[in-house]
């Protein structure tokens, strides 16, 4: 397997409309690793491609355990195998649905009901496959802005290189930037009913994902993994 530049551990969607609609939406197909042309769509307060920017070198995703460098002596085939047997022996989590929601000035997608199991799947693969990841330097640690962060989130940022795991774990699957409330308001009332029809009831998480980040900066789905315990 090809050396890229960081990894990560998300839930992405099988083949599908939900995979289709949200790569088209982001402009970019993380499983066939391509560029898509944006839709056209009315009542936009800019661009899809403007709207996307940020989230787009990612793919649709959800993070269960979020991006890492490999630490030395480690590759990428080694954390293949460990993805791969560690999914094998995780049960699959079901959730009652997503539905499309407001995070702050982001727009996305959340699960509905009680996300204990889900949480505790995130936290196991964040854990199980920590011995994989290079510990951030100060640059990466600068830029999670320590200073705005809870003591507990610090304390995650030290110990598993990102503060939003294990408490403070929130699965969510992201559609936009950080927008003006006004922006996020109008893209969520023209994305809500493309998204509706497509979105799963119940939300099955039955695979898990390896992606990889190119030298492009854009992520690709590498591998994908059943949830078979």
């Not at 991006?67 to 047997?85: C, K, N, S």
């Not at 920590?130 to 999670?144: G, H, L, N, Q, T």
């Not at 950080?178 to 493309?194: E, F, G, H, N, S």
């Not at 898990?208 to 315990?229: I, P, T, V």
Request: proline share 9%; aromatic share 8%; net charge neutral.
């Amino acid at each position: 397997m090809t050396d890229f530049h960081r990894y990560a551990i998300y839930w992405a969607p099988e083949a599908g409309q939900l995979a289709d609609l949200t790569a088209a939406w982001l402009g970019w197909d993380a499983a066939a690793g391509r560029r898509l042309p944006h839709p056209q769509l009315a009542g936009l307060p800019r661009t899809a491609a403007e709207l996307t920017e940020t989230p787009r070198k990612y793919g649709f995703h959800g993070t269960i355990k979020p991006p890492f460098r490999l630490a030395p002596g480690r590759t990428a085939e080694g954390l293949h195998r460990a993805a791969a047997d560690l999914c094998a022996a995780l049960p699959p989590v079901t959730l009652a649905g997503l539905s499309l929601h407001r995070l702050g000035g982001f727009v996305a997608l959340t699960p509905e009901g009680d996300q204990g199991e889900l949480a505790g799947l995130a936290a196991r693969v964040v854990e199980a496959l920590d011995a994989f990841r290079a510990p951030p330097d100060a640059a990466e640690i600068a830029r999670r802005r320590p200073e705005r962060l809870t003591d507990r989130q610090r304390g995650h940022l030290a110990r598993w290189g990102y503060p939003y795991v294990m408490e403070d774990f929130r699965f969510h699957l992201t559609l936009t930037g950080d927008l003006p409330d006004a922006d996020a308001a109008q893209v969520a009332a023209v994305l809500d009913p493309l998204l509706r029809p497509v979105l799963p009831r119940p939300f099955h998480v039955g695979s898990l994902c390896l992606f990889g980040q190119g030298e492009d900066g854009m992520f690709r789905l590498l591998h994908r993994y059943a949830l078979s315990g």
